[in-house]
C-alpha cells in the first residue's frame, strides 16, 4: 500500500513535471518568439534609422556640395563682376582724363593763338607808331602841306559825292574833323558844303588837332567815319586795316 501510493506520487510527481516542463517549454518558446519578433522589429526600425540617417547625409553632403559650388558662382560671379566694374570705372577715368587733356589742349592752344594775335597786334602796333614817327620826322613840313592839300582836296572833291550815307542817320551836332594840319577856311567851305549837299544838313564844323595822323584828315558824322590820314594809308599797306 504504501509502495502503490509512493508510485502514484512519483507518476503524479513525474505528470505534473513534465506538465510543468512542457508549460515553461510554451512560456519560454512564446518568450523567445515575442523576443525575436521584438529584435526583428528593432531591427527593421534601426535599419530603417540607419538608412534615414545615410538619407540625411547624403541629403546634407549634396546640400553641402550645392552650396559650395554656388558659392563659387558666386564668388566667381562677384569677381568677374567687380573686374568689370573696376574696369569700367578706370575706362571712365582714362577717358575723363583725356577730355579733360583735351581740353587743356584746346584752352592751351587758343590762349597761345590768343597771345600770337596780340603780340602781333602790339608789333604791328609799334611798327604803325614807329613807321608814322618816322615819316613825320623824315618828311618836311612843306612836304607834309603838300600830302594834306592833296588828301583834303580828294575828300572834297571824291570821298563826299561817293559817300554811301546809310538810310537811316542818327542825329549829331556837328560835323567832328581831326586833322594833321590846320584846315585853310576855303577848305572848311568846301567840306562843310560838301556834306550839306549829301545829307541834306549845314552843319559847324568842329576841328581837331592830330599830329599823330601825319597828314590829311578824320571826318565823323555821328558813328559814320571817312579816314583819309597818311597814318591810315600806312595801316592799309601794313594789311591791318
Not at 152 to 167: A, T
Request: cysteine-free; hydrophobic content about 45%; proline content about 1%.
Amino acid at each position: 500500500m504504501d509502495i502503490s501510493f509512493m508510485l502514484l506520487f512519483v507518476g503524479i510527481e513525474v505528470v505534473l513535471f513534465v506538465w510543468v516542463i512542457s508549460m515553461l517549454r510554451k512560456v519560454f518558446t512564446r518568450n523567445v518568439v515575442t523576443a525575436t519578433r521584438h529584435l526583428e522589429g528593432l531591427s527593421q526600425d534601426f535599419d530603417q534609422r540607419k538608412q534615414d540617417v545615410k538619407s540625411m547625409l547624403e541629403d546634407a553632403e549634396r546640400t553641402y556640395n550645392e552650396r559650395v559650388v554656388q558659392a563659387e558662382d558666386d564668388a566667381n560671379q562677384n569677381k568677374a563682376k567687380i573686374i568689370n566694374e573696376a574696369k569700367e570705372e578706370a575706362e571712365k577715368i582714362v577717358q575723363k582724363a583725356r577730355q579733360e587733356a583735351q581740353e587743356i589742349m584746346q584752352q592751351a592752344d587758343k590762349a597761345s593763338k590768343k597771345m600770337t594775335l596780340e603780340i602781333e597786334g602790339q608789333l604791328k602796333s609799334r611798327a604803325i607808331k614807329e613807321a608814322v614817327k618816322l615819316l613825320s620826322m623824315a618828311l618836311p613840313d612843306d612836304a607834309k602841306e603838300l600830302v594834306h592839300l592833296h588828301l583834303v582836296h580828294d575828300l572834297v572833291r571824291n570821298g563826299i559825292e561817293s559817300l554811301q550815307i546809310p538810310g537811316v542817320l542818327e542825329e549829331f551836332p556837328e560835323i567832328k574833323v581831326s586833322t594833321a594840319i590846320v584846315l585853310k577856311e576855303g577848305d572848311k567851305l568846301l567840306l562843310r558844303g560838301k556834306i550839306k549837299d549829301k545829307i541834306g544838313k549845314d552843319l559847324d564844323i568842329g576841328e581837331n588837332i592830330d599830329k599823330e595822323l601825319v597828314a590829311g584828315l578824320v571826318v565823323s558824322l555821328g558813328s559814320l567815319v571817312i579816314d583819309v590820314s597818311l597814318k591810315y594809308k600806312i595801316q592799309q599797306a601794313l594789311g591791318i586795316i
